[in-house]
């Protein structure tokens, strides 16, 4: 990038992850919408990056960006990528979205040699204080859409995400947790994390 040259702000989830992209990347963003990422680390990282998304109206205008998207989703696309063809692969906020999340993990890092995966948390206090009290499923900045609308269908916690990893032998290279505004507030991997965090970003990798 040109000294000259200053990057357009997105989202902070989304800056978390554009840091951990080294420049010059093979880079594959699975469910990128409009490809706002992509067109960042393009521009920015100078990756060779490419896209999967589910919604033909997001692919047409990350095409028309000059970006390359292709429709397709994680549940059943990834098999058809081979193993290693990225340097990392991208998952953010789709993990909850997925049929079966603990395939599409083991597909994440066989397809690249790191895997970064955000989420909203569902061990977020405001959303624990939400059922608790008012004995609903709650809505938050991260959780907007209403029970019988969303697209969300496998809710987890940073504490869930930590066991998964566990379980399938994946090495949690970093992992940070943001707050209700935004800001990063914890290592993931802190005692109050689940607690306080209200999503979460981590960089995978197989050992």
Not at 51 to 56: K, N
Not at 87 to 103: F, G, W
Not at 195 to 202: D, R, T, Y
């Amino acid at each position: 990038m040109s000294p000259h040259r200053t990057a357009a702000p997105i989202r902070v989830d989304l800056q978390l992850i554009a840091d951990m992209v080294e420049p010059g990347s093979r880079v594959l963003d699975i469910g990128c919408g409009e490809g706002v990422l992509l067109d960042y680390l393009n521009r920015f990282k100078q990756t060779d990056g490419r896209g999967i998304e589910l919604s033909m109206a997001g692919v047409r205008t990350a095409v028309g960006q000059g970006l390359s998207v292709i429709q397709g989703d994680a549940d059943t696309d990834l098999k058809d990528y081979p193993s290693g063809a990225f340097d990392y692969v991208i998952l953010s906020q789709t993990l909850q979205a997925t049929r079966n999340p603990k395939l599409v993990l083991r597909d994440l890092l066989r397809i690249g040699r790191r895997a970064i995966v955000s989420f909203p948390n569902f061990g977020f206090w405001r959303v624990r204080m939400g059922l608790f009290f008012g004995g609903r499923m709650p809505m938050t900045k991260s959780l907007t859409y209403q029970w019988y609308d969303t697209p969300n269908i496998h809710f987890c916690t940073i504490a869930d995400f930590f066991a998964l990893c566990a379980e399938e032998g994946i090495e949690v290279e970093r992992s940070v947790s943001l707050d209700s505004k935004g800001l990063v507030r914890f290592d993931a991997g802190g005692r109050l994390a689940n607690l306080l965090g209200e999503q979460a970003v981590f960089l995978l990798r197989r050992p």
